[in-house]
C-alpha cells in the first residue's frame, strides 16, 4: 500500500466516524405542537407578564395592608424583598428570551438557576405545609387542602418548564459541537498530509538490485569540460 492509500483510507474513516456522530440529532418538540425554542419564548415572555402583573398588583391592591412604600411611607424590608424578587426574576426572563432568540446556551444558564432556586423554596413551603399546616398554622381542612394543591401545581409548572429550557440548551450545545466538526476534520486531514508525505513507491529495477546484494546506480561523473 502506497503512502497515498494510507492517507485516502485515513481520511475515509475519519469522515465515516464524524458522519456517524452528525446522523444524531437531538429533540426539538415541546408539548407536541411547539419547538423547544418556540416554548422557550413562550416561557421566558409569560414569566416576564406574570411577574409585571404581580408587582403591579402588589403596588395598587387595597386589600393588602403593609404600609411602607404603597402607603406613600419610607421603604420597609418587606418592599425591598419584592423589588429584589422582581428585579433577578424579571432579569433572567429577558435573558431567557434573548438567549433563545438569538441561540445562545449560556443566557438560558441564569433562569436555570434561579428556578431551580425557587423549586427548593417551594418544596420546603410544601414539606412545612404538609407537617404543620393544621397546627402551626392553624389553617382548616379547605384551606390545608387548596393551599397544598396550589403550591404542588405551581411547582409542577415550573418544573415542567425547567426541563424544556434545559433540554434546548442542552441542543444549542450539541448543535455548537456538530458544526465544530467540518473544522476538525479539515485539520486533522491536514495534519496527517503532512506527517505522511506522499512519496513515489521505488521503482522495479530498484526493488531487484537490492534482492541481488547490488548497489543502487549511481550517477556517472561529469565530463571535464562541464566540470571546468
Do not use: H
Request: glycine share 6%; hydrophobic share 45%.
Amino acid at each position: 500500500m502506497s503512502a497515498g492509500d494510507l492517507v485516502a483510507l485515513i481520511q475515509g474513516l475519519l469522515k465515516s466516524r464524524n458522519c456517524q456522530k452528525m446522523e444524531v440529532s437531538p429533540a426539538d418538540s415541546c408539548c407536541f405542537c411547539l419547538s423547544l425554542r418556540s416554548g422557550t419564548i413562550l416561557i421566558g415572555i409569560g414569566n416576564c407578564l406574570l411577574y409585571l402583573s404581580m408587582f403591579t398588583w402588589y403596588l395598587t391592591s387595597s386589600t393588602i395592608d403593609t404600609g411602607g412604600l404603597r402607603d406613600g411611607l419610607d421603604v420597609t424590608s418587606l418592599d425591598i424583598s419584592i423589588f429584589s424578587i422582581f428585579f433577578v426574576k424579571t432579569l433572567v426572563n429577558i435573558l431567557l428570551v434573548v438567549g433563545a432568540v438569538k441561540r445562545i446556551p449560556s443566557l438560558t444558564l441564569p433562569w436555570l438557576c434561579a428556578n431551580a432556586v425557587s423549586m427548593m423554596i417551594a418544596m420546603v413551603f410544601i414539606g412545612f405545609t404538609i407537617l404543620f399546616g393544621t397546627t402551626k398554622l392553624n389553617l382548616n381542612y379547605n384551606e390545608y387542602v387548596t393551599s397544598l394543591i396550589i403550591m404542588g401545581m405551581v411547582t409542577g409548572i415550573n418544573l415542567f418548564c425547567w426541563i424544556v429550557v434545559f433540554t434546548f440548551r442542552n441542543n444549542l450545545i450539541m448543535e455548537a459541537q456538530i458544526e465544530r466538526i467540518p473544522s476538525e476534520m479539515a485539520v486533522n486531514n491536514q495534519q496527517s498530509s503532512t506527517l505522511i508525505p506522499n512519496t513515489s513507491p521505488p521503482s522495479y529495477n530498484e526493488i531487484e538490485g537490492y534482492k541481488e546484494g547490488k548497489p543502487p546506480p549511481e550517477d556517472s561523473p561529469p565530463e571535464y569540460e562541464e566540470a571546468v
